[in-house]
């Protein structure tokens, strides 16, 4: 079994900064890319940031010259750092990452989000 565990949200104001974390655990023999995604209600799903074991990120539009993907591939963890946050980043933000387990299968694994709001 896997299990992603992402914590660091809250209630920030404008302009605030978070930090974000993910750790994975379980039965691991890999963990290939990291990430997150948010969704806000009404709203779908969308990339904000991933980067693989070598240390290359992505962005999404929205996280790009505010927001710093990183990982520490000896804890298993991916990191998160938004800075000048705006109401509009308002949403649940979910790790995701590509696992290889213990019994060679690579599958797609989701924490269970962690809420980040911005509000004066």
């Known amino acids: 079994q896997v299990q992603l565990v992402d914590s660091g949200g809250g209630l920030v104001q404008p302009g605030g900064s978070l930090r974000l974390s993910c750790a994975a655990s379980?039965?691991?023999?890999?963990?290939?890319?990291m990430g997150w995604y948010r969704q806000a209600p009404g709203k779908e799903r969308e990339l904000v940031a991933r980067?693989?074991?070598?240390?290359?990120?992505t962005y999404g539009d929205s996280a790009k010259g505010r927001f710093t993907i990183s990982r520490d591939n000896a804890k298993n963890t991916v990191y998160l750092t938004m800075n000048s946050l705006k109401p509009e980043d308002t949403a649940v933000y979910l790790c995701?990452?590509?696992?290889?387990?213990?019994?060679?299968?690579?599958?797609?694994?989701w924490g269970q989000g962690t809420q980040v709001t911005v509000s004066s």
């Open positions: 379980g039965t691991i023999l890999r963990v290939n890319d």
């Open positions: 995701n990452s590509d696992i290889m387990t213990t019994d060679w299968r690579t599958l797609d694994y």
């Open positions: 980067i693989t074991t070598n240390g290359r990120p």
